[in-house]
């Protein structure tokens, strides 16, 4: 500072902004000498740790256009009682402060302010906040919050107002009284919050016909507002905000909602916890072909007793809707964007644009296909029996009976359906983006029609799936990764049918057509035969046999067809409960660096041929005490061998 001021001259110094704390008495004291000579300063940013760290000009700063008061969470500290003199103030910025929340007591004083940024606690303790009639933002403002000096004329003087929150309106108690904070007359206003107590004496139901906004008003919050017939006649019979673009309802007691359609701006529709409310119905007089052209979200939450959102037939249509979430509404039936639940990507699409959809607790609701449009790329629908989501292009279906719209898939590159039971997946191959399919549990599916663009297949418990369901063998030449299996005691394995029929198909197409890379199955005998080890030979290098209730024994040719598998780097026995021993080739398998038997009991030792020099790492699991023994002394033996026993 002493370097700094045979620079330049301090006295003239027009602002000064310090961006870290100083907790040395000795900095401070340096600052607070500073200040001595600072007379004209226009711009102050300081942090504080205690009062005591504010210039000892501080009080005579009155030329001040711009103040930044930042202080860690010391709720102690409170502002200086002279901030009330800087009367050319223009920015007060709080918004780093974590002091005391009490005010100077005559704060209105500072009539030239514009821009007060701080949390709304600091807003809501400006008593005769309508002296101030140059702000332009006030985040909380608090009606009668005392007897002097909250009443709603004081917002009544505050004609630039771009952004108001009004708290505690349950205390105002007529017409009369609500239209002095002329709220009508704020062109500036944007942005209103109209919030009531959830403890109500008998209010004056007009109270919120006098808080008509201005027409240009572009979002609106009404909360906690009593009565059941409250809806204001600006927002209902004479609906004068059209401009209006975001409507949030919240608590009210209302039974009849506004006509939305009469507001052809409206981008954001939210409507939570309306216990009253049981049907948005049209306002077919008004009803135009510019309704809901641009809303682009609508939220529904905790709406008891709602069972129905009509719209009149111009009105179907929503062109740019990207994010639907309706939650904990038990007897809503439907909603009018999908109409008939058909939905499909043509252009007669009614929501092209949806992006999101949430749906739960709707147990009620008809859903539509599912995806229902084709650019999705969230979706998270849950109810008692059946749930959907889609995150990172990943659709699921878990206990989903309905139809699924493969047409609008366009962003979907895996599907995955758990315990459900698919309408129909014939038009599989409109899919033209997956390349992952997984179903689970699927007892009704017979025929897979699935588009050669897949590279990765798991069919697990699909009992009545036959080889003859596969229209088009020839398609699994692109396969990398396959799952074919049953996770318990059935009469069949899909998976032996499946893979002695691919063997037969392509032993006469060029060697290198086949390019799978990962195969689970549930039978040994399904794998380790010689035409389909012939087959894989070349790609296979991780081999999975997982849940083998019938096998007790490996054959010779079993164990001669499981030389075959050269390029094969990872072998896992999983759940074969009848299996009594591990092959005893394997110290053949020259590739072999991995190997895991998982709970398989009977196994009771190694191989007698041992292990290939490959091995680089063997996991053992609840299998024969024996076989846990010596693999654990194979750790003392090779050092280079990771052991998990």
């Known amino acids: ?47 504080l740790n205690s009062a005591e760290g504010l210039p000892r000009n501080f009080s005579n700063l009155l ?40 005010l100077p007591k005559y704060i209105s004083r500072l009539v030239n302010l514009r821009y007060f940024i701080a949390h709304r606690e600091l807003h809501s303790n400006v008593p ?69 107590g959830t403890e109500q004496p008998a209010i004056d139901v007009d109270v919120v016909d006098g808080l008509q906004p201005h027409d240009n008003i572009k979002e609106l919050v009404i909360k906690d507002h009593g009565g059941a017939i409250g809806t204001p006649s600006w927002l209902y019979c004479d609906m004068s905000i059209r401009h209006l673009q975001c409507l949030t309802l919240k608590g009210v007691s209302w039974e009849i909602l506004p006509p939305f359609e009469q507001l052809p701006h409206l981008k954001r529709l939210k409507l939570k916890n309306i216990a009253r409310a049981q049907l948005i119905v049209p306002d077919t ?27 009149e037939p111009p009105c179907r249509l929503f062109p740019v809707l990207e994010s639907i979430q309706c939650s904990d509404c038990p007897n809503l039936l439907g909603l009018p964007f999908w109409p008939g639940c058909s939905l499909s990507c043509t252009q007669d699409t009614h929501c092209p644009s949806l992006r999101s959809i949430k749906i739960t607790a709707c147990p009620k609701m008809l859903l539509p296909l599912m995806p229902p449009a084709p650019s999705l790329t969230s979706i998270e629908i849950s109810s008692d029996d059946q749930c959907v989501y889609l995150l990172e292009n990943v659709l699921t279906l878990v206990s989903y009976s309905g139809a699924v719209a493969f047409d609008n898939m366009s962003n979907v590159v895996s599907l995955s359906s758990v315990k459900g039971s698919i309408t129909s997946w014939t038009d599989l191959q409109k899919a033209t983006s997956l390349r992952k399919l997984s179903i689970t549990g699927d007892s009704s599916m017979q025929l897979l029609p699935f588009t050669s663009a897949i590279t990765s297949l798991s069919l697990v418990n699909c ?6 369901g596969f229209n088009h063998l020839i398609t699994l030449v692109n396969l990398k990764e396959l799952v074919v299996g049953n996770d318990g005691n059935r009469p069949r394995s899909v998976a032996m049918d499946l893979l002695s029929e691919v063997a037969r198909r392509f032993k006469q197409l060029p060697a290198g057509s086949f390019q799978l890379e990962k195969l689970v199955v549930d039978s040994i005998l399904a794998v380790l035969t010689a035409p389909v080890c012939i087959l894989l030979a ?11 209730q019938r096998v007790e024994s490996l054959t010779e040719d079993e164990e001669k067809s499981l030389q075959l598998l050269t390029s094969l780097q990872t072998l896992k026995f999983e759940r074969c409960p009848g299996l009594p021993s591990l092959p005893q080739g394997l110290h053949c398998l020259s590739s072999l660096r991995k190997l895991e038997v998982l709970n398989c009991p009977e196994i009771q030792s190694l191989p007698k041929g041992g292990l290939p020099s490959s091995l680089y790492e063997i996991l053992v699991w609840r299998c024969g005490a024996e076989l846990h023994e010596q693999v654990k002394k194979l750790e003392g033996t090779n050092l280079e061998l990771r052991v998990k026993a």
């Open 1 to 47: 500072m002493a370097r700094l001021k045979s620079r330049i001259n301090i006295g003239n110094l027009r602002t000064f902004m310090l961006f870290r704390n100083y907790y040395e008495e000795r900095i401070i004291l340096i600052l607070k000498d500073t200040f001595k000579e600072i007379e004209g300063l226009r711009v102050l940013f300081i942090s």
């Open 63 to 102: 030329h001040l256009r711009y103040l930044k008061l930042r202080t860690p969470y010391y709720p102690e500290i409170t502002l200086p009682s002279t901030l009330s003199r800087f009367y050319h103030l223009l920015y007060l910025d709080l918004e780093d402060w974590h002091g005391s929340s009490n």
């Open 128 to 196: 005769e906040v309508g002296k101030i009639e140059h702000l332009e933002e006030l985040n909380e403002f608090h009606a009668k919050k005392e007897s002097v000096g909250f009443e709603m004329e004081e917002l009544g003087k505050l004609s630039n107002l771009g952004e108001l929150r009004v708290c505690n309106l349950e205390k105002v108690k007529t017409k009369e009284e609500a239209k002095h904070a002329n709220l009508a007359l704020k062109r500036n206003l944007k942005k209103l919050v109209l919030v009531w």
């Open 285 to 311: 007089d008004t009803c135009r072909n510019q309704s809901f052209m641009r809303l682009k979200e609508v939220v529904f939450i905790n709406m008891p007793v709602l069972e129905k959102w009509t719209v």
């Open 463 to 468: 009992d009545n799936l036959t080889v003859d």
């Open 538 to 548: 070349a790609t296979l290098h991780t081999l999975t046999i997982c849940c083998d």
